[in-house]
């Protein structure tokens, strides 16, 4: 099987290099933005990051959800956490982010299979 995990972050971060090399100044911004978003406030980084998990679902976009359980997972969330805050997602999205839902659950037991194997 193939490590879902580390081609995405391969592909993610080859990618992003290519973006930010093309200098372009709303895209950097729009980068930043999204950077300091996520960064501790009122809101602690575990609220946030479920906050986009949440938002990510909902939206249907798995790259973004594969980013915010990785996040999730970094910042000491558990799966339990994850799930609760998946439940929602489901709920507010309807039956349609159904199949999003499997690939997370997929992604987050990669993500513990890896911690597991450091």
Same mark, same amino acid.
């Given at each position: 099987?193939?490590?879902?995990?580390?081609?995405?972050?391969?592909?993610?971060?080859?990618?992003?290099?290519?973006?930010?090399?093309?200098?372009?100044?709303?895209?950097?911004?729009?980068?930043?933005?999204?950077?300091?978003?996520?960064?501790?406030? $009122? &809101?602690?980084?575990? *609220?946030?990051?479920?906050?986009?998990? !949440?938002?990510?679902?909902?939206? %249907?976009?798995?790259?973004?959800?594969?980013?915010?359980?990785?996040?999730?997972?970094?910042?000491?969330?558990?799966?339990?956490?994850?799930?609760? $805050? &998946?439940?929602?997602? *489901?709920?507010?999205?309807?039956?349609? !982010?159904?199949?999003?839902?499997? %690939?997370?659950?997929?992604?987050?037991?990669?993500?513990?299979?890896?911690?597991?194997?450091?």
């Amino acid at each position: 099987m193939s490590d879902i995990v580390s081609e995405f972050n391969a592909y993610r971060s080859k990618m992003n290099d290519a973006i930010l090399a093309d200098n372009n100044k709303i895209i950097k911004r729009i980068f930043n933005l999204d950077t300091n978003a996520f960064a501790e406030g $009122a &809101l602690d980084k575990k *609220t946030k990051e479920l906050l986009g998990l !949440v938002a990510s679902t909902v939206l %249907r976009c798995d790259d973004c959800v594969k980013y915010h359980l990785e996040s999730s997972h970094k910042a000491g969330l558990n799966k339990t956490e994850v799930v609760e $805050a &998946l439940g929602i997602a *489901t709920l507010v999205g309807g039956t349609i !982010v159904i199949p999003h839902l499997r %690939r997370a659950y997929e992604y987050w037991d990669a993500l513990e299979a890896n911690a597991e194997t450091k």
